[in-house]
């Protein structure tokens, strides 16, 4: 597997906490030197290790709020 450089740029909150201490976190990140995205995903607790996970646009995002708002 190809090596990737990510950087958390703006923690924007934590969404949940697991028993073993890993947090769902939402966060806008740096991928390999790219534009920041908003990302959800699983964290542990030093950020050394992350689970999989999801990134959006801005764009994407928005859509999404607009989804959740409808129901």
Do not use: C, Q
């Not at 976190?25 to 990302?39: V, Y």
């Not at 959800?40 to 709020?65: C, F, P, Q």
Request: cysteine-free; hydrophobic content about 30%; aromatic content about 8%.
């Amino acid at each position: 597997m190809a090596d990737f450089k990510y950087e958390i740029t703006e923690h924007i909150g934590t969404l949940s906490e697991s028993p073993k201490g890993w947090t769902k976190e939402l966060n806008r990140i740096s991928w390999n030197g790219g534009a920041p995205k908003l990302d959800i995903r699983d964290w542990a607790s030093e950020h050394e290790k992350m689970g999989k996970g999801v990134t959006l646009t801005d764009d994407e995002a928005k859509k999404l709020v607009e989804l959740l708002s409808d129901n």
